[in-house]
């Protein structure tokens, strides 16, 4: 925290003031109410094969929210979990609540398989094995979700279904709307990487270069910065004695080794990538404690370290801390196996209209499904106009599907 504290000291008041609402944050997430129900779903372990296994269950985890379900008319608004617990993604999409009101929405979320408290077996030992993991796939989970918006159809007699979901979890909505039109009128898919995943992506090089211009856009110095530092990375596990001083700069738990080279430089990207992404407009928890506008205040912290030091790759360091670290600062070193498990999820979303029923917006000042995130004071124009356009869309399409209207 002191070492925090000492690297925002002489920033702008705005940044200050911003800083100090993150002891406000834990308070509420603007807006969301607890659930009206937590309940569990006996939930088909394999829903594709007639094998013994095929009539086995586990219990799903459901959150419920029925306050603006007045006269029980409304249609059913469904969050497809994503890969973590369940609260994590209720906490974080207040767009559903706000919005709720309008429809007279009954709020369901789901848990994904093998996330939170949704363990087939109830054992992570018996779950997390090769042979376990078999039945971990977003075909099964959609499948899942099918038989929970099922069972509320039938049970609430529901005639119309919004899915809602962001990231993973917005392709997994997007899958929803495709695999059961039957059952999904409507899908709201938020920064989506669809593209990824069917092979029409622009290269993941790209992807880079927009977090590079995010830093930029802050100040021309730190892509500068970050570049150096990379390279004096590279250039210092040339020199004698380089597992110390490496160890020191990015305050490692374990002393370096050239074994975790690459997994240090991965550490460091991902931290970028991921500020890029949360790059919201006030203090969030979503990825980690962190304050608002986080490429400002990496990109400050980075420049504050080479007024001080004028050694890059402490100030590549520095930046990267905050996001493991958050603006609390309670670690007293940094263990990147645990802070960082290297995957491919470089992500990228559609960036223009498919047909007239595949809508794309565009939220120019916009962060990792910030539309999904419930109203707040700090929101720029560009995603106050995003929501009233998909408010509008959503209307428009269960009107359409109302009056016996295809959507596809």
């Known amino acids: 925290k002191q070492w925090y504290q000492r690297r925002v000291r002489g920033h702008t008041m705005r940044l200050t003031a911003l800083c100090l609402l993150l002891f406000l944050a834990p308070c509420c997430t603007w807006g969301v109410p607890q659930p ?18 095929s009539a086995e269950t586990f219990v799903l985890r459901v959150f419920e929210y029925d306050s603006h379900w007045t006269n029980k008319s409304g249609p059913l608004f469904v969050y497809t979990g994503n890969e973590g617990p369940l609260e994590s993604f209720y906490n974080n999409t207040g767009f559903m609540f706000d919005i709720a009101p309008q429809f007279n929405a009954l709020i369901v979320f789901i848990e994904h398989r093998y996330y939170g408290e949704s363990i087939p077996w109830g054992s992570a030992e018996a779950a997390f094995t090769p042979d376990g993991l078999r039945y971990l796939s977003s075909m099964q989970a959609t499948a899942d979700f099918a038989d929970v918006i099922k069972y509320y159809k039938e049970t609430y007699n529901i005639d119309q279904v919004v899915s809602f979901g962001g990231s993973y979890g917005g392709m997994l909505t997007a899958w929803m709307r495709l695999r059961y039109p039957q059952l999904v009128d ?3 898919a938020a920064s989506a990487p669809l593209p ?51 160890t020191s700069n990015f305050r490692l738990c374990k002393r370096f080794n050239m074994s975790q080279f690459d997994h240090l430089v991965g550490w460091v990207r991902n931290s970028m990538l991921m500020m890029a992404m949360v790059d919201y407009p006030y203090p969030a928890e979503f990825f980690g404690d962190l304050p608002a506008w986080p490429v400002t205040a990496a990109c400050n ?17 520095v930046a990267a801390g905050l996001f493991y670290n958050g603006t609390s600062g309670t670690k ?8 960082f498990i290297e995957c491919a999820d470089i992500t990228g979303g559609v960036l223009e209209d498919v047909n007239p029923t595949v809508k794309a917006i565009i939220i120019k000042e916009g962060a990792h499904h910030l539309d999904l995130r419930g109203s707040n004071p700090e929101d720029p124009q560009s995603v106050i106009v995003a929501r009233k356009q998909e408010v509008a869309l959503i209307k428009q399409w269960l009107n359409e599907a109302r009056d016996g209207k295809t959507v596809f």
Not at 204 to 232: L, Y
Not at 332 to 339: H, L, S, V
Request: proline share 3%; charged share 35%.
């Open 36 to 53: 009206t129900r937590k309940w569990k779903f006996d939930a088909t372990l394999d829903h594709f094969s007639y094998s013994p296994e």
């Open 186 to 188: 409507v899908a709201l």
């Open 196 to 246: 990824m995943m069917a092979k029409t992506a622009k290269p993941k090089q790209k992807f880079f270069e927009i977090v590079t211009s995010d830093f930029g856009a802050v100040n021309k110095r730190c892509p500068v910065v970050t570049r150096d530092g990379f390279t004096k990375l590279y250039e210092t596990v040339k020199l004698s004695g380089y597992e110390d001083i490496i």
């Open 301 to 317: 912290l980075m420049l504050d370290e080479m007024d001080e030091s004028g050694d890059e790759m402490r100030a590549l360091a």
């Open 332 to 339: 007293e070193c940094f263990d990147i196996y645990e802070d």
